[in-house]
């Protein structure tokens, strides 16, 4: 939990350290053709990442002790204004991949864990002070993975599947500083209600597909049996048309279901590449 701490405090910095600027004609929202600070109508800005961190794993299908390693990911989010609501609404879709080494405290087994999430939403948006954009809207993710333990013999993997809707909120500042224009931008999911697919506690994989015994192993997930969040923080420095940025990916995502506990807390310093891309209007 210090590396969610650590995130949330990191994400809160900008807004408790920096002052607000004055609006320039080339930042204002009111400016012709340009709202929400740049992203303007017939614009998909698109912001593609990598990441390094490290990932703690707990699976009691598979093992009852804790693992931990180094995680990597590869990830794309993509924000675009709609004219819905006079334009105070802004979709996105993201999709990322993240594969994982981890080893026991002891330095004995070794898992490998991937997992792949899909995920759109909209966010209706408003703006409290000059360069501060607020949004908060609805998303739909799906999420596949799996887990595969080398000490196992039988049942050395573990399957998961998940489709989720999610409450989601967003926040992107623009300021300047050291003579250029910056901009901070979080966003925040939190899973509300979904179907998760797991085993049985002592169930096997081969009685489920292969003898057909199905036994309530699609269930209803909720915050209280499947607390997760998504963190995603950058801060960006404006380069001609792009930006370039460095930030913090956290996501905690948490289970009990079906008697099987299950929870991976993956925190990774990602570096991220933003381009604003314009279409002939319609």
Sequence with gaps: M???LLTLALCLCPLLTLRSQTATPEDSVDAPRISWQGLSHD???TTLFVGMGRNHLYDSYLSPLDYS???LGIGSLSERQKRWAKGRITSFFRWNLNGTRA???TGEGLLWDAEGELTYGLHYNRLPAPGLRVGVGGALGLHVGGTYSTRNGNNPAQGRAALEGAITGVADYHFRALKQ???????VDVPVAGLMFSPQYGQSYYEIFGLGHYDHNLRLAHPFNAPSVRIFSTLSLPFAHRRF???LDANIRQSHINGLKRHAWSTMLVISYTRTLKFLDR
């Design 103 to 105: 080893k026991k405290a």
């Design 2 to 4: 210090k590396s969610v």
């Design 245 to 247: 940025a460095i930030g």
């Design 43 to 45: 614009a998909t800005r």
């Design 181 to 187: 224009r910056w901009q901070w931008r979080t966003q």
């Design 69 to 71: 390693g180094l995680t």
